[in-house]
């Protein structure tokens, strides 16, 4: 008979304490019960830098905004503005001054405290004379920037700028750290929900959770994320089908979507973008300073077909620099229909019967080609001979086209939202000059009135879709393709991002 005392009842839950705890163990390490805390993400386009606020290129906030960076404000999935770093603020009624209450308790994932003398150096170090942000633009209108103490920050503007909220939320307009901000282009250091790990450049960048981060309504679940870069549209097929990457929100490949659509542990989404596919025109060289021959190409080229042939009929065609999701939007695809006889008899009036021929510089995106040879079988309808010249994007685009003027034509998907006012910036790679059109952007700025604001980007759009400064094609939509397992990632997106903090992996 066996003797039942403390010494073996001890022993005996001793036994099944370990067997729970194995147990336990084995379904950890297996994931039957736990849920996975690691992303790998796929990019097509590797930044050629980390740190939003010195460069414009959309693959460094891909990687780390609302990631690594945070600003006084940011935009959320519908599009909005939310407090951010900056918990509340007030505008005085002549729109002249910002007054922001700032967030406590904040700090910089190497230990700098956030306050009002960072947020002033962050945006001073923005719209300093030196400075290098892609978006300076941004904070043109402010005249003087204080710090009454260290959670108030109080900026005095020039003019009123009915959009300066709207772009304090940008990637641009991060906050950045005084001891840190030198080294952010490789060592990101943000107050945002994942800290840097590492760089492997031509290959990944590693994010892991911030144990310390201040926000503690967010709860953040993923322990570690790595950004693979692959811009082979197969290779990220078989990454995405194999597991080797748990998600490409943008899937650079439109031919490919139908094919995952039969695979139960993924999930294909269709959502929308900012993403406006146009063929820009030098417009300071001939023969694109003349706006018959402009309108004449315009009416050339059959959107849908190049809708059809570059991105497998997904896409919205647009006649204007504006998107179906923009405030006050207006469908002007019909100003210049596609009609080949009004075309030829264009460039004739204008002096072209015969036609002519030019260079189109195409970024190795795959939109931009096969848009390009679309559009270089079209041409030839008309007498006009189009030659495709390969850019490598986004150093030599940069440099040859967007800084350097140096171009007939080019086609880049512009990403920016609400970002029509490009055709008012002097100098801008399109060198277009209207006074009426930078007079209604000017005017927007000037106003606070949403309804009034709407009705002056009307106007704008019309003038762009008579002028014709760039071949207005069409606005891409959002390919997503990730783990069916995998919750929280945009299926819009309202700005270009990869926003982590509130993805999680379903148990």
Not at 20 to 39: D, E, P, Q, Y
Not at 200 to 226: H, M, S
Not at 232 to 255: K, L, N, R, S, W
Request: charged share 20%; aromatic share 10%.
């Amino acid at each position: 008979m066996m003797r039942f005392d403390m010494s073996t009842a001890r022993r005996i839950r001793a036994i099944l304490s370990g067997a729970a705890l194995s147990t336990a163990l084995l379904f950890s390490s297996h994931g039957a019960f736990a849920a996975k805390t690691s992303l790998v993400l796929g990019m097509t386009i590797e930044p050629q830098g980390l740190d939003p606020t010195v460069a414009a290129p959309v693959a460094i906030g891909q990687v780390t905004w609302q990631n690594v960076f945070e600003g006084l404000v940011a935009i959320d999935r519908e599009g909005k503005v939310v407090p951010q770093l900056a918990r509340s603020w007030e505008i005085s009624p002549d729109g002249l001054t910002y007054t922001f209450k700032l967030q406590e308790g904040v700090t910089f994932h190497d230990g700098e405290a956030f306050d009002s003398g960072v947020a002033k150096f962050s945006l001073d170090r923005a719209r300093g004379p030196d400075s290098t942000n892609g978006q300076k633009r941004f904070f043109a209108a402010i005249d003087t920037i204080e710090t009454p103490d260290k959670t108030t920050l109080v900026l005095t503007l020039k003019k009123p700028q009915g959009s300066l909220l709207y772009w304090l939320g940008w990637p641009a307009s991060v906050m950045v750290g005084t001891k840190s901000a030198a080294d952010d282009k490789t060592k990101p250091v943000g107050t945002g929900p994942f800290t840097f790990v590492s760089w492997t450049k031509g290959d990944r960048v590693e994010l892991a959770a911030n144990p310390n981060y201040w926000n503690r309504q967010v709860k953040v679940r993923l322990e570690t994320v790595t950004f693979r870069f692959i811009p082979d549209a197969q290779a990220q097929a078989a990454a995405i089908t194999t597991g080797g990457v748990d998600a490409f929100p943008e899937f650079a490949a439109p031919e490919l979507i139908e094919s995952f659509k039969d695979k139960p542990d993924l999930v294909t989404v269709i959502g929308s973008t900012e993403l406006k596919v146009v063929a820009g025109m030098n417009n300071a060289r001939k023969p694109f300073d003349d706006k018959r021959v402009r309108q004449a190409l315009m009416m050339a080229i059959d959107r849908q077909t190049v809708i059809d042939g570059a991105w497998s009929g997904l896409g919205t065609a647009i006649g204007s620099h504006y998107t179906p999701n923009d405030r006050g939007y207006i469908d002007l695809t019909a100003k210049h229909p596609y009609d080949v006889a009004k075309a030829k008899a264009l460039l004739a009036e204008a002096g072209y019967p015969d036609g002519f021929a030019f260079t189109i510089k195409t970024p190795q995106m795959a939109y931009a080609p096969r848009s390009a040879e679309v559009m270089q079988a079209m041409l030839t309808e008309i007498g006009v001979t189009m030659t495709i010249e390969p850019t490598e994007f986004p150093a030599k685009w940069v440099q040859d086209v967007f800084k350097g003027g140096d171009y007939d034509m080019t086609i880049v998907a512009h990403a920016e939202p609400m970002d029509i006012d490009i055709f008012a910036r002097d100098p801008y790679y399109f060198n277009y000059k209207n006074p009426a059109f930078s007079e209604i952007i000017d005017k927007v700025e000037a106003t606070a009135d949403p309804a009034e604001q709407d009705a002056l980007y009307q106007k704008a759009q019309k003038i762009l879709a008579e002028d014709v400064p760039a071949l207005f094609l069409f606005v891409m939509p959002k390919l997503g393709v990730w783990n069916a397992k995998l919750k929280g990632l945009w299926e819009n997106e309202p700005i270009p991002s990869n926003v982590l903090s509130e993805v999680y992996w379903e148990e």
